[in-house]
Nanobody
Framework: QVQLVESGGRLMQSGGSLRLSCVAS????????MGWFRQAPGKERDFVAS????????YYADSVKGRFTISRDNAKNTVYLQMNSLKPEDTAVYYC?????????????????WGQGTQVTVSS
């Protein structure tokens, strides 16, 4: 059974930095594209960032480009989201997602497994 467990979310001040982690188990992590999505109250789940199985290809939403960095450590079955220069509009539940293939996608329906989410709140 595939499990994704996110951690690292908390209350932050605007302008601060935070790193989210997602540990995967139960599948071949090193072959899977990974993604981060977020969902604010009353809004749809939005793409944040994704990475190929090797980490060599990454994609970012325009709203986070230059501030967020996705990375992965295949030896630790972990994907990270480094978030800098946080803004109140970054407030959301952040979800980690894994695909059954290695090519990263911006679309939530391309991902097969999801974590339970971790709350990030940014105060102004």
């Amino acid at each position: 059974q595939v499990q994704l467990v996110e951690s690292g979310g908390r209350l932050m001040q605007s302008g601060g930095s935070l790193r989210l982690s997602c540990v995967a188990s139960g599948h071949t992590f090193s072959s899977s594209a990974m993604g981060w999505f977020r969902q604010a109250p009353g809004k749809e789940r939005d793409f944040v960032a994704s990475t190929s199985y090797s980490g060599s290809v990454t994609y970012y939403a325009d709203s986070v480009k230059g501030r967020f960095t996705i990375s992965r450590d295949n030896a630790k079955n972990t994907v990270y989201l480094q978030m800098n220069s946080l803004k109140p509009e970054d407030t959301a539940v952040y979800y980690c997602a894994a695909a059954n293939w290695g090519i990263p996608s911006l679309n939530f329906y391309d991902y097969d497994y999801w974590g339970q989410g971790t709350q990030v709140t940014v105060s102004s």
